[in-house]
């Protein structure tokens, strides 16, 4: 067994409970907490481990979370999970050192990596997962209308949206999105995303 647990967050019992046992399953130890403001009463900040946090929570939430375990200088390497139109909330956490995060409704192969993924970054400086010189080198075969449509999607405006600020259809927008992923070989938003962020920080 993992002998650092993983504390999940979310105010819905049926999505602790699953959680729990898939991760338990997979030989993790496991902590729930109802809340927020439940786990940081209850977290001991020398405690090592990882965190799934939903977005949105009654009280505080997972990305309020992010930043106050940030400001109390907690390094939790946190998993971010999701609904349905929170991508821009979502880019925040990432932005704000979040490991990654899943889109509801996911499947269990989705979050196994994710929490390995956090597992491995406990006591690691934040990064994005990324080398920074080769993203930047594959970033450079994006023509100026795939760089833009990158940059509208990452900042998580859905492709309707960027098709009327591009004045262009829908359809191009699905079509100049598939070469940004394929170009850059991100196999999802939330790689994409990170990816953006490591641009972001190349010199």
Not at 137 to 146: F, M, Y
Not at 160 to 169: C, E, F, T
Request: charged share 30%; aromatic share 4%; glycine share 6%.
């Amino acid at each position: 067994m993992n002998p650092n647990p993983v504390f999940i967050v979310d105010d819905d019992p049926a999505v602790r409970d699953g959680l729990k046992a898939l991760l338990v399953a997979h030989k993790y130890a496991v902590e729930t907490f109802a809340s927020a403001e439940e786990f940081l009463a209850k977290i001991d900040p020398d405690r090592a481990g990882c965190l799934v946090a939903d977005i949105r929570m009654s009280g505080m939430s997972g990305l309020e979370l992010q930043r106050e375990l940030t400001r109390r200088g907690v390094p939790v390497p946190t998993v971010i999970i999701t609904g349905h139109g929170d991508v821009p909330l979502a880019v925040s956490a990432l932005k704000a050192g979040a490991v990654d995060f899943l889109e509801k409704p996911f499947d269990s192969d989705a979050i196994l990596a994710s929490v390995a993924e956090a597992m491995r970054r406990i006591g690691k400086r934040k990064d994005t997962g990324f080398d920074r010189t080769e993203v930047a080198a594959r970033a450079a075969a994006l023509s100026a209308r795939e760089r833009e449509v990158m940059d509208m999607v990452v900042a998580g405006h859905p492709n309707k949206v960027v098709a009327h600020r591009l004045g262009i259809a829908i359809r191009t927008v699905e079509i100049h999105r598939a070469r940004v992923m394929e170009k850059l070989g991100a196999r999802n938003l939330s790689e994409l995303v990170r990816m953006a962020i490591a641009l972001e920080s190349t010199p």
